[in-house]
């Protein structure tokens, strides 16, 4: 049927179809070749206790070193990947680095992965968490997982039992990007999150808009009151950090304190982050 349907509109669009499809599977070529040769990288981004200052955890955030291209970021390669089913084994891969390096910066905090939709709703998702805990011997608490408002739309109870089964292995679990997507509230009382990422577009307001000062303010004795961390994504001024603090934010992510940066640099970063909040006087 679809065929039949199809055939008369192929014709008709033809020569640009053709020029976009032709495109994606270049694009998709590549990303096989890709993941085949180790051209992709994580950079890690701190994440700071607001109270201290201290880094409290690192998020891992995938790059792609493209021999011709450059530094290729997420956006442009991530949902290809997700569409044509390649995110499950680099997916499995991003969380097999995250581990294995975590547990070479001794005494660091956490480190966050993020899971795709399709990553997360692979039948092998536990297995490979799991797996990357083991060979990496990395403590199951150092590893938190996050996952976008977009997962808990599908299959509901598959998600909860997934969930429930990750945080059996003793793992935690964040919700990204809280507030662009579908968020409803139902979701926060419902899915056993340990973390709520409150949206960079909601912090770009801060102390300038009274409608996102709300906003953070509400998420913020909402998590509170569930239980639940609350992380400010996309700070980036020292104002913005001090509104997180007076409303009670738990830790802030963002420029403010540093850009993402490669895994060789991470262990002299944690040292002068750690320095600086220790000039800071407290509260100030
Ligand atoms: P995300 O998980 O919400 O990650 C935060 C993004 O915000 C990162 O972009 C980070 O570089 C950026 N960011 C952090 N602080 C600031 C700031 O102060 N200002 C601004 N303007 N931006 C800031 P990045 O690294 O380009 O990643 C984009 C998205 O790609 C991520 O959003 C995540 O959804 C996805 N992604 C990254 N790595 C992975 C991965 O390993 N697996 C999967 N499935 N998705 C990934
Ligand atoms: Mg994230
Ligand atoms: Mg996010
Ligand atoms: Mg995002």
Same mark, same amino acid.
């Given at each position: 049927?679809? /065929?039949?349907?199809?055939?008369?509109?192929? @014709? %008709?669009?033809?020569p640009?179809m053709d020029?976009r499809?032709?495109?994606?599977?270049?694009?998709?070529?590549?990303?096989?070749?890709?993941?085949?040769?180790?051209? %992709?990288?994580? %950079?890690?981004?701190?994440?700071?206790?607001?109270?201290?200052?201290?880094? $409290?955890?690192?998020?891992?955030?995938?790059?792609?070193?493209?021999?011709?291209?450059?530094?290729?970021?997420?956006? !442009?390669?991530?949902?290809? !990947?997700e569409? +044509?089913?390649?995110?499950?084994p680099?997916?499995?891969?991003?969380?097999?680095?995250?581990?294995? /390096?975590?547990?070479?910066?001794?005494?660091?905090?956490?480190?966050?992965?993020?899971?795709?939709? &399709?990553?997360?709703?692979?039948?092998?998702?536990?297995?490979?968490?799991?797996s990357?805990?083991?060979?990496?011997?990395?403590?199951?608490?150092?590893?938190?997982?996050? +996952?976008?408002?977009?997962?808990?739309?599908?299959?509901?109870?598959?998600?909860?039992?997934?969930?429930?089964?990750? *945080? &059996?292995?003793?793992?935690?679990?964040?919700?990204?990007?809280?507030?662009?997507?579908? $968020?409803?509230?139902?979701?926060?009382?419902?899915?056993? %999150?340990? /973390?709520? /990422?409150?949206?960079?577009?909601?912090? @770009?307001?801060?102390?300038?808009?009274?409608q996102?000062?709300?906003?953070? #303010?509400?998420? =913020?004795?909402l998590?509170?009151?569930?239980?639940?961390?609350t992380?400010?994504?996309?700070?980036? =001024?020292?104002?913005?950090?001090e509104?997180?603090?007076? *409303?009670?934010?738990?830790?802030?992510?963002?420029?403010?304190?540093s *850009?993402?940066?490669? !895994? #060789?640099? +991470?262990?002299?970063?944690?040292?002068?982050?750690?320095?600086?909040?220790?000039?800071?006087?407290?509260?100030?």
């Amino acid at each position: 049927r679809a /065929k039949a349907e199809g055939r008369g509109r192929w @014709r %008709f669009f033809e020569p640009e179809m053709d020029a976009r499809m032709q495109l994606r599977r270049a694009l998709e070529i590549d990303l096989r070749r890709a993941l085949a040769m180790g051209e %992709f990288e994580l %950079f890690y981004q701190p994440i700071v206790d607001v109270a201290s200052r201290r880094v $409290s955890g690192l998020e891992a955030l995938i790059r792609w070193r493209h021999p011709e291209r450059g530094l290729v970021p997420p956006d !442009a390669f991530i949902p290809l !990947a997700e569409e +044509i089913g390649l995110i499950v084994p680099l997916g499995e891969w991003v969380l097999a680095e995250a581990c294995r /390096k975590a547990a070479t910066w001794p005494g660091t905090p956490k480190v966050a992965v993020n899971l795709s939709p &399709a990553q997360f709703a692979s039948r092998g998702l536990v297995d490979a968490v799991t797996s990357a805990l083991e060979l990496s011997g990395l403590t199951p608490a150092r590893l938190e997982l996050e +996952i976008t408002e977009t997962v808990m739309l599908q299959d509901t109870e598959a998600t909860l039992a997934t969930l429930h089964r990750l *945080k &059996a292995l003793g793992v935690r679990v964040a919700m990204d990007d809280f507030g662009t997507g579908y $968020s409803s509230l139902s979701y926060l009382q419902r899915f056993p %999150f340990d /973390k709520v /990422k409150i949206d960079r577009s909601f912090i @770009r307001g801060l102390e300038q808009s009274r409608q996102s000062d709300a906003i953070v #303010g509400a998420v =913020t004795d909402l998590c509170l009151g569930l239980d639940m961390t609350t992380t400010a994504e996309g700070v980036e =001024t020292e104002a913005q950090f001090e509104a997180l603090h007076r *409303k009670g934010c738990r830790e802030a992510q963002g420029y403010l304190f540093s *850009k993402p940066r490669p !895994a #060789g640099e +991470i262990p002299n970063l944690l040292k002068q982050l750690d320095r600086a909040a220790r000039l800071e006087p407290e509260g100030a």
